[in-house]
């Protein structure tokens, strides 16, 4: 059918310009002869031929489209499968009405302009009949109708045209109409095509489904099978295994029954699991004998430097005199303190007694430390040992346990075994678990946290594997202390997790090996309202989504505004930001989970606010890392109430400052400044202490200016203080200065730049970083001023006679008499003796030298100045004033020259009195001996004096008089007072120091 629609349009518009040039020649009224009859048919004959054909064509699209209409007309319209054959029937039949239409309005032109041809030439051959007088050639009226006929008829062709043209056009306008449905009914056919694929796909799907769930189900079937195969085969196994075991017990039986029958292999067994026996509780620690070795009494240790136990034959000389334990101090001996570790024991160094001892050790030895570390889950105490002090030593830790001694409740010891003698001490450290993970896969859990664990897959590890876990938690006050350090570059920071340290050999996988950490979620995130009953919402049931750290979106949580990272620590000691790292949280978001796919050391995820860049989140790991390995402390400073001048300086953690005070106050140390402002401070740093104004220490030479800050030992400095100028400071009602703490470190030093000489005028410096001094904090510490003695009312009238008492005497004003000449009068002046004074002594000694007027001034000044006053600085300044340096300086001689003697003079004075008074102290008798070794006093002078004297008083006095001969110019009363002050006799010490 559509081949023949084409064919017919085709063929209508090849016979359009035949058609059209036919019309032409028909009409053309030129005189060309005679007209022939056989042109005139044949152009008849084809107007009437193609008027044939174009109804044959009009009537061949009408049969087409009536089909297609009543096909339409039959079926529902998402059923017809044939629209793209309508759309073209429909084109090809408003391809042929426009050809009619084109082909009408043609016509219609051509027969128009024949019209107005026709008319022009009738009315000429009308007007030439007129003018040649031919009106007899004109037919009658007959004809006239007839031509009238003929134009009525012309007229209703011309109509009947009209008509037909529009109808052709109202054709057209339906054609389009039926195009534009045709048009619609293509696309809605197009949408129940497209919707019939997506049902196709859709059953495709389900059928693959359905297909996949039978081969699941054949799996699962499958893998029962072979379950209950291996769980027969492995039951038929064990079967045979309890029968083989049952067999071979059966065996044994026997054979033990036949071995009973025989009483020497019975005796033999039962000697040797005697024996047996005996040599386990032989080489048991806690069979052996122990030796404790006493040190001077610390905080914690109540003088017990360690405890020995050796096996017995160890050594043939006497165990109790075999080795020697010292003390050592923290200053001269310091410990190589770790990554997070703490020295909580005294440094001890145990050595054998002497070099010529032999040692056989079947056994290592047991040495227990006393230590004061608190109790933990999250540290452990370890034991580390030095040989020698040296740059290539190295100190090593120790296999250590926990020891209880039943007669030993207070002090806490560890225990380490060892076969060398040297340096020993006690440390704490993060606790090491020691983790395994079989090829079986499982998880393993921290014994610090149990949230933090390692989970692995069935066949991850093709052999088991084993790895060390170090756990140090961060609480969110250490994440507190962090920002407020750090304001600038911490202000992002949220939570943190804790630092995980592992020690594994990973080998190359790529997935199943995970680690979940916890960390917390957003302190500031809006809590729920408590005044409303809560409404459950409506969460879909899937796995949270994950978090990538390259670029961390959260889906699920669009309004959330934090974001977590992944972090490690390189070899550098550098943290790094791990990115393409998934990590998924739990629904409460506390707790974070990620693949492990290589080896890591340390592990670190931190929570911050969301756009934090990587370079910001690493700054703020490596400061988070120095504040847990530094510590925030201040310094207290107290005096005794009763003597402020006895001091203690003490570290301690900021958190500690309150109880720290209430201990020193039970100690009588109530007195004192504010604590100082915080400060960073590390383990086992060393620290120098310094004064600074009108204050200093009593002996700085006996007494260390240096200690070591520790977070679990007392560091504290005991000392007494006195004021350097005693006239100085008189606006103050005490003397005043400050005690001040340094420690080595960084400091920032400005250095001459080198110009070349180009800038003479104006030097240039640089500030370059070099080791020095810092000054940590600064303290104000005042000693109250001795009250002065009421002066004496001033004598105008000088006396007879003169007592000397003090350096100013007769003969120290007879010399300067002697030197003196004629600038004695201003002399007098500088002394403020007065004019009228001066008068009356040159009347007296008119008739006498000059060096008795000058004698009987300086006895006059002498006498009216108070005794509070200092002399000597009056007259050695005055003499200074009037150019005589020689005698000023000849003034203090002698002032130095008598103190000197004065002090020898009262010293043996002093002591004696003090001596006297600590023999009739009846608790010191008892304990004179300890107090003797205190004070140093020679074994065999002790030794010598206990045979001599019977009395116990007598021993103690000869004793102090030993150390009194002993020590020489050294031996002072503030020694003797501070010996018995830490030989614990305060009360006894004050009554002393009154004596001075």
């Not at 240790?301 to 080795?323: N, V, Y």
Request: net charge negative; with cysteine.
């Amino acid at each position: 059918m559509e081949e023949s629609m084409t064919t017919t349009v085709t063929e209508a518009d090849d016979k359009e310009s035949p058609a059209a040039d036919d019309t032409n020649k028909s009409l053309d009224l030129e005189p060309k002869g005679e007209p022939e009859d056989e042109v005139d048919n044949t152009q008849i004959q084809a107007v009437i031929d193609f008027s044939t054909n174009l109804e044959t064509q009009l009537s061949q699209v009408k049969d087409l489209l009536q089909i297609q209409c009543d096909a339409i007309k039959r079926v529902s319209l998402k059923d017809y499968v044939t629209l793209k054959e309508l759309k073209y029937r429909t084109n090809e039949a408003v391809r042929v009405y426009q050809n009619c239409e084109e082909y009408a309005s043609l016509l219609v032109n051509k027969l128009s302009d024949l019209r107005e041809l026709i008319s022009d030439t009738t009315s000429t051959i009308a007007r030439k009949l007129k003018e040649e007088d031919l009106e007899s050639w004109l037919p009658k009226s007959g004809a006239d109708s007839s031509d009238k006929e003929q134009l009525s008829n012309e007229k209703s062709a011309l109509a009947r045209a009209a008509a037909k043209k529009a109808l052709i056009a109202q054709a057209n306008i339906e054609l389009a109409q039926a195009v534009e449905y045709s048009t619609k009914a293509e696309s809605e056919a197009a949408d129940a095509a497209a919707a019939a694929e997506q049902a196709l796909r859709e059953a495709q799907a389900a059928v693959k489904a359905a297909e996949e769930a039978r081969r699941a189900a054949e799996s699962q079937a499958r893998e029962q099978m072979e379950a209950k195969a291996k769980a027969e085969e492995k039951a038929k196994k064990k079967a045979e295994e309890e029968k083989c075991k049952k067999e071979e017990e059966e065996r044994k039986r026997r054979e033990l029954d036949k071995m009973k029958g025989t009483p020497e292999e019975l005796e033999r067994r039962r000697q040797e699991q005697e024996k047996a026996q005996m040599e386990l509780a032989r080489r048991n620690p806690q069979n052996w004998p122990r030796f404790t070795y006493e040190i001077e009494q610390g905080e914690f240790d109540q003088g017990i430097g360690c405890i020995i136990r050796l096996m017995p034959g160890t050594t043939e000389e006497d165990p109790s005199s075999t080795f020697t334990c010292t003390k050592i101090d923290q200053l001269d001996l310091a410990v190589e303190l770790g990554e997070n570790e703490e020295l909580v024991s005294n440094i001890i160094e145990i050595q054998p007694s002497s070099d010529d001892i032999q040692f056989k050790f079947e056994e290592p030895l047991s040495i227990a430390i006393p230590q004061c570390a608190p109790r933990s889950t999250v540290r452990e105490t370890v034991i580390k040992y030095l040989h020698s002090p040296g740059d290539n030593t190295k100190w090593i830790e120790t296999t250590t346990q926990d020891v209880v001694f039943d007669d030993m409740k207070d002090p806490k010891f560890v225990e380490c075994r060892w076969k060398k003698f040297g340096y020993f001490a006690a440390v704490t450290r993060l606790k090491r678990d020691k983790l395994t993970l079989t090829k079986k896969g499982g998880k393993a859990l921290s014994s610090v946290d149990s949230r933090i664990a390692f989970t692995a897959r069935p066949g991850v590890f093709k052999t088991g594997i084993a790895f060390t876990l170090q756990v140090q938690p961060i609480e969110l006050s250490t994440v507190s202390e962090v920002k407020l350090r750090h304001p600038q570059d911490c202000d992002v920071l949220l939570t943190s997790s804790p630092i995980v340290q592992l020690v594994m050999k990973l080998p190359n996988i790529t997935k199943g090996f995970s680690l979940t950490l916890p960390c917390p979620p957003n302190p500031k995130a809006k809590r729920p309202q408590t005044a409303r009953p809560e409404e459950k919402e409506r969460k879909p049931n899937r796995p949270t989504s994950a978090f990538s750290l390259g670029s961390f979106k959260q889906k699920e949580d669009e309004d959330s505004d934090d974001a977590l990272h992944l972090l490690t620590r390189t070899e550098d000691g550098h943290w790094t930001d791990v990115p393409d790292v998934i990590l998924t949280q739990t629904k409460k978001k506390d707790m974070a989970t990620f693949e492990i796919t290589q080896s890591l050391s340390h592990i670190l995820i931190l929570r911050t606010k969301a756009g934090t860049k990587g370079a910001r989140v690493e700054r703020i790991a490596t400061l988070m890392e120095a504040c847990l390995k530094s510590r925030v402390v201040q310094a207290i400073v107290r005096q005794r109430a009763d003597d402020p001048s006895d001091l203690i300086i003490q570290c301690v953690n900021a958190n500690k400052v309150d109880r720290t005070q209430r201990k020193l106050s039970e100690e009588y140390y109530d007195d004192g400044p504010s604590p100082s402002k915080d400060f960073v401070v590390k383990e086992g740093q060393e620290m120098q202490l310094r004064f600074r104004g009108n204050v200093n220490c009593d002996d700085e030479e006996e007494t260390p200016m240096k200690f070591c800050f520790n977070s679990q030992l007392r560091s504290r400095l005991s000392l007494f203080v006195t004021e350097i100028d005693k006239f100085a400071q008189k606006s103050f009602d005490c003397y005043r200065g400050f005690v001040q703490l340094y420690t080595k470190g960084m400091v920032t030093k400005h250095v001459p730049k080198d110009d070349d000489g180009r800038n003479k005028s104006q030097k240039q410096f640089n500030a370059v970083t070099v080791p020095g001094d810092v000054l940590l904090c600064e303290m104000l510490v005042s000693l109250p001023k001795p009250q002065p003695e009421a002066p004496k009312p001033l004598v105008y009238k000088a006396p007879v006679t003169f007592k000397a008492e003090g350096p100013i005497d007769e003969s120290l004003l007879h010399h300067i008499s002697s030197d003196l000449g004629d600038e004695w009068k201003k002399l007098a002046h500088y002394l403020n003796v007065k004019p009228v004074r001066i008068q009356a002594i040159m009347r007296n000694n008119v008739n006498n030298d000059t060096e008795a007027s000058i004698f009987d001034m300086l006895m006059t000044w002498a006498k009216k100045v108070p005794r509070s006053f200092d002399k000597v600085e009056i007259i050695g300044s005055a003499l200074t004033s009037i150019g005589r340096h020689d005698l000023a300086e000849m003034v203090y001689e002698h002032d130095d020259d008598y103190r000197q003697r004065q002090k020898e003079c009262s010293k043996d004075k002093v002591l004696r009195k003090a001596f006297i008074k600590i023999a009739q102290n009846q608790d010191f008798l008892d304990d004179w001996k300890r107090f003797a070794t205190h004070m140093q006093v020679p074994e065999d002078d002790l030794n010598e004096i206990k045979d001599n004297f019977p009395s116990m008083r007598d021993r103690c006095l000869q004793s102090l008089v030993r150390w009194r001969e002993n020590t020489g110019e050294k031996a002072e009363l503030k020694t003797l007072v501070r010996g018995l002050r830490k030989c614990k006799y305060k009360k006894l010490a004050d009554q002393v120091q009154h004596i001075g």
